[in-house]
């Protein structure tokens, strides 16, 4: 059904739903409109809410994902990555290469 249909169909609904419950509520011509007016304009408002709910939540599902471009930058992700692991382990080698050097000179001036 179209969203405009089931706007239709509800604000239908409501107007004979208005009409019914104004009969059986009020005693003159005036509340009978009042309340056939509030009833249908409720059920319109209430179909439009509806109407907007369904159509964000079915736009939302159906979308174009650029998996392509998203694997590229993965890729340049995990090369970065790797390159900067690489330096953190040269720098530690060098660290663990000085502290050696430098343990072994305090041994000699022990000595």
Excluded: Q, W
């Amino acid at each position: 059904m179209l969203g405009e249909n089931f706007v239709y169909f509800f604000t239908v609904g409501g107007f004979f739903i208005g009409i019914i419950f104004g009969i059986l509520k009020s005693f003159d011509a005036e509340g009978l409109f009042v309340y056939t007016f509030f009833i249908t304009t409720f059920f319109y408002l209430f179909s439009h809410i509806v109407i907007a709910l369904y159509y964000k939540t079915i736009t939302g599902k159906v979308y174009f994902f650029p998996k392509e471009l998203h694997e590229k930058d993965l890729d340049l992700f995990v090369k970065e990555i790797n390159k900067r692991e690489k330096m953190i382990d040269s720098a530690c080698k060098i660290t663990d290469i000085a502290i050696n050097i430098n343990s072994n000179d305090m041994v000699g001036v022990k000595s």
